[in-house]
Structures are given as structure tokens and as C-alpha cells.
């Protein structure tokens, strides 16, 4: 067994490692989700490959949903999206006064 203090704490004073802690803890919780790596190759792979299934889906559904109602009206439907960043726009425009 070694004998005495390992090199790497006796070189840090005890002082900053307490200013570092408690720099650490003031921040707060961090924004934006959280995900655990996983550690496997294919588990990432089974993912993205289930993450595609979805949209593929998703995509087809609102397609056939589309066709649909523009088949069930009397009029040709308009589909409205949204502006990208427009509203954060708008409000900075604007300004508070």
C-alpha cells in the first residue's frame, strides 16, 4: 500500500477545490433534456433506425389525412404552416414601451 497524500491532492489547496464546489453548485440545473449515452453500437443503430419508422409514419398519416379531406370538400384545402421564428421576431420589433 502507498504511504502518505496522493501527488494530485497535495497539489491542489484545499481553498480553490471549496471555491470550485460551490461555483459548481450555484449554477443550477442546466437547461435541455438529458440522455444517457448508450453504450453499444447497435442499441444507438435501433434508434435512429426506430426514430425514422416514426416520422416515415407520421408523414404518411398526415398525407393520407390531407388527401382525404381535400377529397371530402367542395373546395381545394389550404394548408397553412407556421413561419419559422416569426414570433420571436415580432416581439423584438415591437420592443416594451
Do not use: F, W, Y
Request: charged letters at 35%.
Amino acid at each position: 500500500m502507498a504511504q502518505g497524500r496522493p501527488k494530485a491532492a497535495a497539489k491542489r489547496p484545499k481553498a480553490a477545490a471549496a471555491a470550485a464546489a460551490a461555483a459548481r453548485s450555484s449554477r443550477g440545473p442546466r437547461k435541455g433534456g438529458r440522455t444517457i449515452a448508450p453504450k453499444k453500437l447497435r442499441v444507438i443503430q435501433q434508434q435512429k433506425l426506430k426514430k425514422r419508422l416514426e416520422v416515415g409514419i407520421r408523414m404518411r398519416i398526415e398525407q393520407e389525412t390531407v388527401q382525404r379531406a381535400q377529397g371530402a370538400l367542395p373546395k381545394k384545402l389550404a394548408l397553412v404552416t407556421a413561419p419559422k421564428g416569426g414570433k420571436d421576431k415580432d416581439r423584438a420589433k415591437k420592443g416594451r414601451g
